[in-house]
């Protein structure tokens, strides 16, 4: 820990900012420009952040490397898993009319649910492959 | 034209440059040029997505790769010439390509009589979500996001199975 300490304190000060932008960036894409991608892409990089600043190990405390890996393909089973209730509910694959009692709900929060996956599976890409890069550069 | 006229500059400087952290920090700043590009053309989707990965993921990214080899090219073993007449051939083509192309914010075009409109007209009635893109993206087109999800899937794994050492211990 011998890093420039005001890299830390600024960093420090700056995470939860950029947490609460990517969630921000998440719920708020419905009415601003956003959504899961971009969402996952900024949540990743406050994660990446930490550990550039403060250790890959640190970091791992944080977001376990299980939790990461195991992140990558809970999102495309929400984003899938939406498909296939719309279909049991009787209308086509990620139609989300039926999800709700009106329609108009329905796509409301089959979108939401819909980009939630997405930022799930987004976050856990970037930083398992942060992790991946990180992890073999450390031997 | 500012803007373009930079990223001209910057991409003649990558070109140039043999270090190749300053490469990465280069295409950082392309990236970030490009972003405000989107941005001038109304696209501020776009413009967060260039921004954040572009410029902030893939840069660690690279940095990160970096950090497992040499910071130097090494000097190119064949001649350039065949790569760059490929490349320089097929960027005249896009050129050319783009003579035809109707003129930017046309209001008969393809773009805008067509589907475009439909979805601007009826996206708000049908989903209640102001913003068109979100409800083009994650409704209309939802299985076209599926695939880009499922895409960053396979990445994924695709560079974990790559990086990883065969028999390391996941900890």
Not at chain 1, 34 to 57: K, N, R, S, T
Not at chain 1, 66 to 85: D, H, K, S
Not at chain 2, 29 to 54: I, K, R
Not at chain 2, 153 to 162: E, H, P, S, T, W
């Amino acid at each position: 820990m011998r890093l420039d300490v005001v890299l830390r304190v600024i960093s420090k000060l700056f995470i939860p900012f950029i947490l609460i932008f990517a969630l921000y960036v998440q719920f708020h894409g419905h009415y601003s420009p956003g959504g899961g991608f971009q969402a996952g892409v900024i949540f990743a990089a406050a994660i990446v952040l930490y550990a550039i600043i403060f250790g890959l190990d640190a970091a791992q405390r944080v977001m376990p490397p299980r939790l990461v890996e195991f992140m990558v393909p809970l999102g495309v089973l929400i984003f899938a898993g939406t498909g296939v209730a719309s279909m049991i509910l009787g209308a086509a694959y990620l139609d989300y009319d039926p999800l709700l009692p009106y329609a108009v709900d329905g796509q409301y929060w089959g979108i939401l649910l819909v980009e939630f996956g997405v930022l799930v599976t987004v976050t856990g890409a970037m930083i398992a492959i942060f992790y991946a890069f990180a992890a073999r550069g450390r031997t | 034209m500012v803007l373009l006229t930079l990223i001209a500059v910057i991409t003649i400087a990558v070109i140039r440059v043999h270090n190749l952290f300053a490469v990465v920090v280069l295409f950082s700043a392309y990236s970030f040029l490009m972003a405000s590009v989107m941005l001038v053309l109304d696209a501020p989707d776009v413009a967060l997505t260039e921004a954040a990965v572009g410029a902030g993921i893939s840069t660690v990214l690279l940095l990160g790769a970096l950090h497992l080899t040499r910071t130097s090219e090494t000097p190119p073993r064949f001649s350039n010439w065949l790569p760059l007449v490929v490349a320089g051939g097929i960027g005249a083509m896009l050129i050319w390509g783009t003579w035809e192309m109707p003129g930017f914010g046309l209001a008969d075009t393809p773009v805008n009589t067509g589907v475009g409109s439909a979805y601007l007209e009826r996206s708000y009635p049908e989903t209640h979500v102001p913003n068109v893109v979100t409800a083009v993206l994650a409704s209309y087109r939802g299985y076209d996001t599926l695939g880009e999800v499922t895409v960053v899937f396979v990445a994924a794994i695709g560079v974990l199975m790559l990086l990883r050492r065969p028999g390391e211990k996941e900890d």
